[in-house]
């Protein structure tokens, strides 16, 4: 056994350790110390601050992209926001230990399903800091125990970060090891970390492309997968044009570095005529690239030609790809065939054609006359989220502490045997 | 793109089109073609009983073991049973399209979580032949299309069965491809059929270790894992003997090749003098085979001395291996380390010992004075299932047509945009 694979398969053991005894620990207990470390990372506020300014001058001197940068940066508000964001992961009611189900068989036996901890959840993450309390605080609150490997980018911000996790834990009595960073930047941890199946439940990975592609190529953990977020809005022929205005500039423009910003925009032949121009109009004006069909072009002259790639591309930046359909079921076709399965909305009067949208599109999250940025745990109400889930599997869309946790079946009997 | 490649992308395409059919298919037509099926098959049944005897000749003559047999072998009432089963399957409240949760945020954003089907559904099977139209079945009435890849064992009588099912399904106007075999029985098809992630949604592997362990390894696309079912139950130092016997010798022998079936027998320290010996003598006068500490050992001295790897043996066969341990907590320590996380039997009349037992066991399914030969998703009264899940993720214990479904977020606004 090399000595990475001993140093990652003693980090796992130690988790599995922890997550036994987490699994019983009561909510009062994760709770105090999930408040413990939100305290704790105010107290630190100016440590990780400092610690975040090296990662973003390391990040600006290497070339970083703004749309990275903007993942990576902290300010005293973000970091508000990780603390605030514990305590609203404490208030939420606790998710282990809930009869998801139950029933009682004609031989009597007495089925119930509960819902319990994951077990062990690894973190492989790149340049957003924030994901360390996130992950930290979701996965202690959902009785799991978490091994996080965060990206070289973030590495002085995590640490940071992660040092005020384990005071808070570990003043309350919970092992330090519910929670461990990967003590190594080998890339090759990595490789090891995704093989470790028997201590590790469930990986999470949380970053671009080539990242997600290499877990899900080496994985033989299963994944919330996270695979691209080429999310579309459709202006339905129907569409009010003021609404659809609003909502397609937030959905593009609020911040385009998220993974529920539109990447495409598809407009029903129908209302070409009226909403086609005011629509790429409003974009350019706002400082947005528009990338269109031939339509497109006709409708406004600063509208590049888009090539077939761009109706498959997440841009993450300031551009978007524009194309006119003609109704509903090619605005389906469209998003199916060129999409990512994360998130789509229409915006349309016309309830019937929403209904065929919401129903028709193989996607995590479809919305009716609203911004698309609305993807995330927190605007759903579910807490902060650990990731939104492309995959369909256990969780789709927002994975919170309910999709953190798993079910086990409790059958109660009087001696029961199973006859023929 | 070799020729296999091609004609694996084929079946996935259109397996792929039949699930957008189906996924809009309504309960009434599904159902509607599982009768047909049903039907069909009883029509058939000579058929595929002299399809399933060519089967069980092979069988044979290859030497497959007495488990394997077993599986294999189709009889009148195995048949009637798949009919049945189907029928069952049709009666079943349709999984999709339930509203599994409703809330409206602050902002006026309406959302509801809703069941929808996976998609395409793999499965990869060895002996067993009823497979065939159990999950089909599953499938179907999930709105899934299926992809089946059954084994050279059960050839013929898979097809037989397959040759009912189509009849059924088209009769009642549903797409023939909704239910596909894979039409060589070249083994690098599977494979390919393994990284067609883009055309399958989820794997489901039937079949002995090695079958499963190549999925594992190879596959790219989610699983329903069934790893072993080294199954446990634990005779604890407050357990009625009696109660015991019944249990224990259901538990092991009923049926001795289901995953179900008991393969350890822990008893605790404090029982040891009163139940170890009947418990032990009991099993090897119906013809168990005992594999024993030395506490058994002295118990019977017809008990043969286990190794270290009879912890960790799935036998499906007339064996067993006994263990004294000291009190519950032991018990749950030994399931944990060396079970498959499949399903555990504590006998107990004190009710603090099995809370015990039940939280502490990391396992799909726990039952407090039942016999483990009731893991299975018919005696759950789920119908027929389509395999039971070691895996932790989606679909834990018996996957029946519920856990072949997914969900989407459906959110339903008047404009609302994303602050901040």
Request: net charge neutral.
């Amino acid at each position: 056994m090399s000595d990475l694979q001993t140093l990652m398969t003693e980090l796992g053991k130690r988790a599995r350790a922890a997550a036994r005894q987490l699994a019983l620990t009561p909510a009062f207990d994760k709770n105090k110390a999930l408040r413990a470390s939100a305290q704790a990372i105010r107290i630190d506020a100016r440590l990780i601050l400092e610690a975040n300014a090296k990662d973003m001058a390391a990040g600006e001197a290497k070339g970083l992209s703004k749309a990275l940068l903007d993942r990576l940066m902290l300010n005293p508000a973000r970091v508000e926001a990780m603390a605030k964001g514990l305590e609203e992961i404490a208030a939420l009611p606790d998710p282990v230990g809930r009869t998801l189900a139950e029933w009682t068989r004609p031989n009597g036996l007495a089925i119930s399903r509960v819902a319990v901890p994951l077990g062990v959840v690894g973190i492989i993450y790149e340049s957003r800091p924030n994901v360390t309390a996130d992950a930290a605080g979701l996965c202690l609150k959902s009785g799991n125990a978490a091994i996080l490997r965060g990206g070289s980018e973030s590495f002085h911000s995590s640490s940071a970060i992660m040092t005020a996790l384990v005071g808070g834990i570990t003043a309350c009595g919970l092992p330090k090891e519910a929670v461990q960073m990967v003590p190594t930047t080998d890339r090759a941890a990595v490789g090891v970390m995704l093989r470790l199946s028997d201590y590790i439940d469930v990986i999470v990975p949380r970053g671009g492309k080539s990242l997600v592609a290499r877990v899900v190529e080496e994985s033989r953990i299963p994944l919330f997968q996270h695979l691209e977020g080429i999310c579309h809005t459709y202006v339905d022929g129907a569409a009010d044009l003021e609404m659809a205005k609003q909502v397609v500039l937030n959905a593009k423009m609020r911040r385009t570095g998220v993974c529920g910003a539109t990447e495409t925009l598809l407009v029903d032949k129908a209302c070409a005529k009226t909403h086609l121009k005011p629509l790429v109009a409003m974009l350019i004006d706002s400082g947005c690239e528009v990338r269109g069909d031939h339509l497109a072009q006709e409708a406004d002259c600063r509208t590049l030609p888009a090539t077939e790639a761009d109706w498959s591309t997440e841009y993450l930046d300031s551009i978007i790809a524009v194309k006119v359909v003609d109704g509903v079921a090619a605005a389906v076709d469209h998003i199916n065939t060129h999409g990512s399965h994360h998130t789509e909305a229409i915006v349309t009067e016309d309830a019937k054609a929403a209904e065929t949208f919401l129903q028709g599109c193989d996607s995590a999250i479809v919305l009716w006359n609203a911004s698309t940025q609305f993807a995330d745990g927190g605007e759903f109400g579910m807490g902060a989220e650990i990731g939104i889930s492309t995959g369909k599997l256990h969780a789709r869309g927002p994975v919170g502490v309910e999709q953190l946790c798993t079910f086990k079946y409790v059958v109660k009997g009087s001696g029961q045997v199973r006859p023929g």
